[in-house]
């Protein structure tokens, strides 16, 4: 199966990149932009495409000030026939960032775009286009999809090192001319400030760049966005997602390690005695809606991130939130959860659109993995922060909500369940068993991990035993917090094959080098 690279590309590349106005990215541009700039607006922080479907998909940008958003869309990179699409006006409400929906595309083609900034005041003054390209979802079964995956950037204090070529992973996913990327959260961490320099083993220097908003945890909103814009200052990010198109979701980094609703934060932290997380949580989504287009948050910070992302007849990628709406981290050993690690509501969603789903396969985005240990460790308390326990007995606490989602599945006969996830800073593949299992009610799967793009490297945890975990593969190193600098950065690619159905797992490192192969078939409950 192969994707023939789509015309134009290296022409798209000049035209995201060459325009020295629109990506000249002074210091001035880590903090909100003022009014009075001389000149004409500029898009220094690129494009991005979100939500790609067969006939429509969100562009995003960001202005230095207020301007009208216009997007123009074109079959070539020549742009003699556009499309024009008139957009949102920027402002500082939106911390100068909008998205335009696109609707009425073709299905199965490269589409180009171009965004242009205009004066308010005079819509004949505009800034330098900055162009992208996407391509839109097919409309027939027998054209091949592929997506790549991982998540986890710039945490630990790792961040944009220019001297190992910035955040270089992206450029390798683009390798591949992937149909989307999946990024599985934490793209952000808020809670973690980035120095100039980090001390390696061998005694050298990881030299970052620096943003004042990157200088100390995000308390404020201004502080979240400038989280998000800080990923932007990098070169490949930039390219990437001028070139791919994403879908995000989001975990707990985008606010604090291992938060939950309702927590509350003592004395003895980086942050005020008795700051609420939920204050913090609204801030930061507010943030992710207008550093990323989404289609169910449209721009609302009240928007729900879970949704089913519809990739044509082979694909549905069903975007969990496994963060918002569950219960506290605790022993996790309780026999009755009814809200556990997904909220009552997320899981009759779930159940009920796996069940409509009509694609060959039906891949479950969970920002957290099943099987893996994750302990809480926060405050010293003996706590869990995903669903296992490390109990290798019946199901207990959020473990119950994930049995209860794989007995549906398996009674309703659902096929082609194949669970992706991040989080835990290795990349490994599972495979579930009832016969090695102690709940049983269930059919064997797969659930693959990926990550980190860009962060601290962690030893691959425990298995719990209930629902029958085998570790195939892991890549993961001995010691914690290793540098982006030695390695061990990872995503993952999914290959569809439109002629067989045949669905191919590729775990990558971050130059791209294939570590882990595995091919399923189409049509089956269980494998």
Not at 226 to 233: A, M, V
Not at 359 to 370: G, Q, S
Not at 401 to 422: D, F, M, N, P, S
Request: hydrophobic share 35%.
């Amino acid at each position: 199966m192969t994707h023939s690279p789509f015309p134009g590309r290296r022409s798209l590349l000049r035209g995201t990149l060459a325009a020295p106005a629109a990506l000249a990215l002074p210091t001035a541009l880590g903090t909100a932009p003022a009014f009075a700039l001389p000149g004409r607006p500029r898009a220094g922080w690129g494009v991005q495409a979100g939500d790609v479907t067969c006939d429509s998909g969100l562009v995003w940008v960001r202005s230095d000030r207020p301007a009208r958003m216009v997007v123009e869309t074109s079959a070539t990179d020549s742009f003699r026939t556009a499309r024009r699409w008139r957009g949102p006006l920027l402002g500082p409400d939106s911390d100068f960032t909008g998205t335009t929906r696109l609707h009425g595309l073709p299905a199965g083609e490269q589409v180009h775009y171009r965004v242009l900034l205009a004066d308010p005041d005079d819509p004949r003054r505009t800034g330098e286009p900055v162009t992208g390209t996407f391509r839109t979802a097919p409309a027939r079964r027998r054209q091949d999809v592929r997506f790549v995956w991982s998540g986890d950037l710039a945490g630990q204090g790792w961040g944009i090192n220019e001297s190992i070529g910035g955040y270089r992973i992206f450029d390798a996913m683009a390798k591949l001319d992937p149909d989307f990327f999946l990024c599985s959260g934490d793209n952000i961490y808020a809670d973690g400030a980035i120095a100039a320099t980090q001390t390696l083993p061998d005694g050298g220097l990881y030299r970052n760049v620096t943003t004042e908003e990157k200088a100390h945890v995000a308390v404020t909103l201004d502080d979240f966005r400038g989280n998000f814009r800080y990923n932007l200052l990098d070169q490949a990010l930039r390219r990437f997602n001028a070139q791919v198109p994403n879908v995000v979701q989001w975990d707990d980094h985008e606010v604090r390690n291992n938060w939950y609703p309702g927590e509350v934060i003592g004395s003895g932290t980086p942050y005020p005695a008795g700051t609420k997380l939920d204050d913090l949580a609204l801030r930061s989504r507010r943030a992710f809606s207008e550093y990323f287009p989404v289609s169910t948050i449209g721009g609302r910070p009240d928007g729900r991130i879970y949704r089913v992302h519809h990739h044509g007849p082979l694909l549905d990628v069903f975007v969990l939130d496994m963060r918002t709406y569950r219960n506290a981290n605790s022993p996790d050993d309780q026999t009755a959860d009814p809200q556990g690690i997904l909220g009552a509501e997320q899981l009759a969603w779930l159940k009920r659109e796996l069940s409509r789903s009509r694609t060959v396969w039906k891949v479950v985005a969970a920002d957290m993995p099943l099987g893996l240990v994750v302990p809480d460790g926060l405050e010293g308390k003996p706590h869990f922060e995903a669903v296992a326990q490390g109990d290798p007995g019946a199901p207990l606490g959020r473990e119950l909500q994930i049995a209860e989602l794989l007995r549906y599945i398996k009674h309703r006969r659902i096929t082609g369940t194949v669970w992706l996830t991040a989080d835990v800073h290795h990349t490994s593949a599972q495979h579930y068993d009832p016969s090695r299992a102690a709940f049983k009610d269930f059919e064997p799967f797969w659930e693959f991990v990926s990550g980190p793009l860009n962060a601290g490297a962690f030893p691959a945890g425990a298995l719990d035993a209930t629902f029958g975990p085998d570790r195939v593969f892991v890549k993961a190193p001995t010691a914690s917090n290793v540098s982006p600098a030695e390695g061990y950065q990872f995503f993952g690619e999914v290959d569809i094959d439109g002629s067989s159905g045949e669905l191919t797992v590729r775990l990558r490192e971050y130059d791209g080098t294939v570590l882990f192969t595995r091919t399923l078939q189409p049509g089956r409950v269980g494998q």
